[in-house]
């Protein structure tokens, strides 16, 4: 973009959150464009025109190259109502065009990016080209609470070949069960099947989990054990939404909803609820989840249910994050943390120290997200539970991918990939490689980013995760755009797209159809891509998320241009 | 003469009679004269009815023949169509009783389970899931501890040594585990579950675990529950204790079973707690004087005992009175029968009055020390009225009383209780 605007003004947008990775693409951006120039804006700007043209014109005016500028977010104290920075510059917008015979590039943090936009909108429209560079975390296993009976630390800290013998040890105690049953073996049985089916998941035999099951709940039915038998459906629930089929589980909770509503089961509606809430969560329905957290943990509090009360808040976090409001995400993942140091739970104090650091990704303020990963790695280590402690690996290199530095982030990625390798977490193996190719994305590596993609692809395909296989094609996708092949980028994103309307994952339909949109506007198929876009729009303004406007404004600048 | 010496104190052994062991036949069945205690049938039931784990608690003074009501409660169930294969746990080889919590009753229970199966029943355990915790608090410990071919007993036989040796590696590995219960129960469930799938092949009805000698742990403030240890133990630690997915029986102290928290344990342990009571001998105030069916048990005790000695009677009691004030001053508690013997018959033999009494002044002595006003208020109500009114700061006093025997329960038509008599002659400081 940079090199086909060359000699002519344009004004762009660059969103990204750490300062650090900033400075590292502003970086690259000056080794090859030898006439770039990055002006800072000094804090405590009010003339943000005047004070840019100011450091253009000495010593020497007159070059022609790009412009980045920086640091006006010092400029901009979020939580002040007025800006006097941003009037100033929604008033000046006509003197950039008549300065400028070059690109200029604005770099911001998202949430003064969304300042701009509410106190500078003439100035935002006119912004041609928007760059996100904020990083997609991967969603870490421990953020949203579900309890699987038969996860136990113990069975997921078993090496991949341990994993193996013991669910040849369980299989056979089952199959000498059926054999002769008695009645002494009923609640043994009943642990066995759920801890199998763990297992099944684990290792990536979704068809074995499923079938098993199936035979922990008609056990459950012929012995006329209820809880049992909700055990087996909430489980069935959790399966599937592991599948990436919320809505498929979705329909297994509220069966387990209904029944602990009719045994009037305070307790079991609360946990049916806070699993009904994640499984919305994954169809992208996020009013929906908070509907279902808010109900639970009302319940928790009226049983004095403490687990399930910082349960529903660490969800509620999760949810708010996903709605683009890192703050109160933070402020629940404080109130989960209290609560978990006070009952001494270990592994929630692990989840929410892991959703804090998510927050402060979200905030750009990744240092202080590492802090936050390292104690969860701290916790991990200590309680021994190998598979948090490889995706906290993880998430240290998203943290370090995010601080502009992906050579560390490989680092960290290749021991998430090693530790899950090594308990055969195959879930978890494929979220590294793809971390891996977003990584090799970031250097300026597609052909290997595209390598790694594809390991992460067919890994989700093995273990029929729908929803990590929508994921990856978008990836594919959109390492195909850095490729320059904006036919397969295409095709990609509209297997992706498929995917994601198949199960009912809106959020992802939604970044599908907005990356789609941008390559068929850059191909000028305007109709097409304000078409798709507006998809995206239409699902951020119904969840009341803060890019919905900034969306909006993009496609309404396309129609006009389509006019 | 010396041989016959020792051969009745060999007789008046005060160790529990064991089912299993020669010496059966010196035991007296004592239940018509306990009450309606019937304590072997009630929990042996319990066991046969359910065809999910019970958790069964038994209470009794210490003497009063408790472990030797669990043998033949282990004796019962292993007879009979439905066949049990029972663990006898002799937690005392494992537990300090001056500092026991979850994490030693555990190991006890483990480690004794797994050495009556691989015994009786050819059955071994491996160390399954133990022998990741066990790795990792090796690691946390930073013991140089080789785990290459750790089997079960190994494992929690070097945790028992340690937790015996040091308080500092106690306090550690308690911590370690605290939080960590949920994963040590697991590992222990899956255990015995596989240990049922064996013994249900060999067509027994399941397993029960009977944990003798927890009553024996210390009663005091514990350092961090704000209750006491046995409050700790037995209400705090309910759930871990109830959750092995087997027949359990544990003993509890009889003054928790009988303190402010009974409500609490019979809802936490599913029905009131069984108590082995005192043989009655003499009968409740007003009416007071011996109760002759029960000294006539106690009678024969002494008698099954004599004839296990091949001695006579008259080669050990100066004359009957000498043996029925024996009997008198044992209130009832076998245990104490032989103690007092044993303690009489040290002196001289045949046991004269004097002898006897002399031996009821040193049990007397341990009183003395111990006896404080308010337990005084409490004995003297025992004794007029053979009751006592729990007050809101009686409780503490009541509970060192039954603890340490000062007074006795008895069960008959009805509760009642007696001070001891070897403090019968005894009156508070300057109430005289």
């Known amino acids: 973009m940079l090199t086909l605007s060359r000699g002519s003004f344009s004004l762009s947008l660059a969103v990204c959150n750490s300062a650090q990775l900033r ?79 070059a690109p200029v590039i604005f770099w911001l943090p998202e949430y003064a990016a969304t300042l701009l936009y509410q106190h500078a909108p003439d100035f935002w429209r006119w912004f041609s080209h928007q760059f996100e560079f904020v990083t997609e975390r991967a969603e870490p296993a421990l953020a949203a609470h579900e309890i699987f009976a038969g996860d136990t630390l113990l069975a997921g800290r078993l090496s991949a070949d341990q994993k193996r013998f013991r669910i040849a040890e369980l299989e056979e105690r089952i199959s000498q069960l059926n054999t002769d049953p008695q009645p002494n073996m009923y609640g043994h049985a009943q642990l066995w099947l759920n801890e199998l089916a763990f297992l099944y998941l684990f290792i990536g035999d979704p068809q074995a989990a499923e079938r098993t099951l199936q035979a922990a709940l008609a056990m459950a039915r012929a012995a006329g054990d209820r809880p049992g038998e909700g055990t087996a459906l909430g489980n069935l629930g959790i399966a599937y939404k592991d599948l990436g089929e919320p809505r498929k589980a979705i329909g297994y909770h509220e069966q387990v909803l209904a029944m602990a509503r009719a045994a009037g089961d305070r307790l079991g509606e609360g946990t049916a609820l806070g699993n009904l809430g994640i499984a919305y969560a994954a169809l992208g329905e996020l009013r929906k989840a908070i509907e279902c957290y808010e109900q639970r943990l009302t319940i928790a509090r009226e049983v004095g249910d403490r687990h399930g009360e910082g349960s529903a808040l660490g969800n509620l976090g999760v949810a708010h994050r996903n709605l683009g409001e890192p703050r109160r995400a933070i402020e629940y993942a404080e109130q989960h943390l209290a609560i978990a140091r006070e009952i001494g739970d270990h592994r929630s104090e692990g989840a929410s120290l892991g959703n804090l650091a998510n927050g402060y990704v979200d905030l750009g303020e990744p240092e202080r997200a590492i802090e936050f990963d390292e104690q969860v790695l701290a916790i991990a280590r200590e309680i021994g539970d190998r598979r948090n402690e490889s995706a906290t690996l993880g998430n240290l290199g998203l943290a370090y991918a995010a601080l502009g530095q992906p050579r560390r982030a490989i680092e960290f990625y290749e021991q998430h990939l090693k530790i899950a390798r090594e308990i055969g977490d195959r879930r978890g193996e494929g979220n590294a490689l793809g971390n891996l190719g977003s990584a090799h994305a970031a250097l300026g590596q597609p052909k290997r980013a595209i390598e790694f993609y594809e390991q992460h692809l067919k890994i989700v395909r093995e273990i029929g995760d729908r929803r990590g296989e929508g994921i990856s094609l978008g990836n594919l996708g959109s390492a195909y755009v850095t490729l320059g092949q904006p036919r397969k980028a295409i095709e990609y994103y509209e297997q992706a797209l498929a995917i994601t309307r198949e199960i009912g994952n809106r959020r992802g339909e939604a970044n599908a159809c907005w990356n789609m949109g941008v390559e068929y506007e850059k191909a000028g198929d305007l109709a097409h891509a304000i078409e798709l876009m507006q998809v995206c729009v239409d699902y951020e303004r119904e969840l009341g998320h803060p890019d919905a406007e900034k969306s909006a404004a993009h496609v309404a600048a396309l129609r006009a241009r389509l006019k | 003469m010396s041989s016959s010496l020792e051969k009745l104190y060999a007789a008046f052994d005060p160790q529990p009679l064991r089912a299993d062991q020669p010496g059966e036949h010196r035991y007296v069945d004592l239940d018509d004269v306990r009450g309606p205690g019937d304590v072997v049938p009630r929990l042996a039931s319990r066991i046969r009815l359910s065809p999910e784990p019970t958790c069964q608690l038994l209470a009794g003074h210490r003497g009063s023949g408790k472990s030797t009501e669990l043998r033949r409660l282990k004796r019962e169930l292993e007879t009979g169509n439905k066949r049990y294969f029972v663990v006898f746990c002799d937690s005392s080889r494992d537990i300090d009783r001056n500092d026991v919590d979850f994490l030693e009753v555990l190991t006890a229970v483990m480690r004794q389970m797994a050495a009556q199966l691989r015994e009786h029943a050819q059955i071994s355990l491996t160390p399954g899931y133990f022998r990741d915790r066990w790795e990792r608090i090796w690691n946390l ?29 106690r306090l550690k590995l308690r911590e370690l585990i605290e939080g960590d219960t949920g994963n040590w129960l697991l590992a222990a469930n899956d255990l015995i579950g596989q240990a049922l799938l064996d013994l249900n092949k060999q067509g027994y009805h399941g397993l029960v675990v009977l944990v003798d000698d927890l009553d024996k742990i210390v009663l005091r403030p514990h350092e961090k529950a704000g209750c006491s240890t046995g409050e700790y133990l037995f209400i705090h630690r309910q759930p871990q204790l109830s959750a092995f997915m087997c027949h359990t029986v544990y003993t509890v102290p009889l003054a928790l079973a009988y303190s402010t928290q009974e409500a609490t344990l019979s809802t936490l342990y599913g029905g009131n707690v069984p108590v082995v009571p005192m043989v009655k001998v003499s009968n409740p105030p007003p009416q007071r004087g011996d109760y002759q069916p029960g000294i006539d048990k106690c009678l024969q005790i002494i008698a099954r005992r004599l004839e296990d000695s091949g001695a006579q009677q008259t080669d050990l009691f100066d004359s009957d009175q000498t043996r029925d004030l024996l009997v008198r001053l044992s209130g009832g508690q076998p245990t104490e029968l032989m103690y007092l013997t044993r303690e009489a018959m040290i002196t001289a033999l045949p046991i004269t009055e004097n002898a006897l009494k002399r031996a009821a002044r040193e049990r007397r002595k341990a009183y003395v020390r111990q006896l404080r006003t308010e337990h005084w208020t409490v004995i003297d109500e025992v004794r007029r009225a053979g009751q006592f009114t729990r007050t809101a700061d009686n409780d503490q006093a009541i509970r060192s009383l039954l603890d340490n025997r000062a007074i006795l329960q008895y069960v008959n038509d009805s509760d009642w209780y007696g001070e001891n008599p070897v403090i019968a002659d005894l009156s508070a400081p300057g109430a005289r």
Request: charged share 20%; hydrophobic share 40%.
């Open chain 1, 23 to 101: 400075d590292y693409l502003v970086g690259r951006l000056a080794a090859e464009i030898p006439s770039l120039r990055v002006v800072p804006v000094p804090p405590g700007t009010t003339d943000v025109f005047a004070a840019v043209r100011e450091r253009l014109d000495h010593p020497a005016p007159g070059s022609a190259g790009p412009v980045c500028i920086v640091d006006l977010n010092e400029s901009l104290p979020s939580g002040l109502p007025a800006h006097p920075a941003l009037r100033a510059l929604n008033a000046s917008r006509e003197l950039w065009s008549e300065r400028f015979a």
């Open chain 2, 141 to 169: 410990l930073s013991s140089d501890v080789s785990l290459d071919s750790v089997d079960l007993e190994v494992g929690f036989t070097k945790i028992s040594t340690t937790v015996k040796a040091s308080p500092d590696a």
